[in-house]
């Protein structure tokens, strides 16, 4: 059974930093693409970053230069760096694999999802 478990998530003044972590049971990540992607109140979800299974990354504009998504393979674990964290960075995140059907599959191309982790951006 394959399970996907966020934490990191939290309550964080703007311009902070929170730093997302996914732990993976019953897959190997090396072999996925792995995503985060988020859902805002009254918002579609979107794509925020992935990690490809060669180690490419790829940002949603409104992230780029503030968020850093990696891998620790050793623990089977990805994580979202956080920086300069903006009010409208307020959402739930959820951590996202995919085969690699391509190098930055689609969001409806991801195979298993996590429940989530709520990131407030609020003073």
């Known amino acids: 059974q394959v399970q996907l478990v966020e934490s990191g998530g939290g309550l964080v003044q703007p311009g902070g930093s929170l730093t997302l972590s996914c732990a993976a049971s019953g897959i190997i990540f090396s072999i996925y693409a792995v995503a985060w992607s988020r859902q805002a109140p009254g918002k579609q979800r979107e794509l925020v970053a992935v990690?490809?299974?060669?180690?490419?990354?790829n940002y949603t504009d409104s992230v780029k230069g503030r968020f850093t998504i990696s891998r620790a393979y050793a623990t089977n674990t990805v994580y979202l760096q956080m920086n300069s964290l903006k009010p409208e960075d307020t959402a739930v995140y959820y951590c996202?694999?995919?085969?690699?059907?391509?190098?930055?599959?689609?969001?409806?191309?991801?195979?298993?999802w996590g429940q989530g982790t709520q990131v407030t951006v609020s003073s």
């Open positions: 996202n694999a995919g085969r690699p059907r391509r190098r930055f599959p689609f969001l409806h191309e991801y195979d298993y």
């Open positions: 990690i490809s299974t060669r180690g490419d990354r």
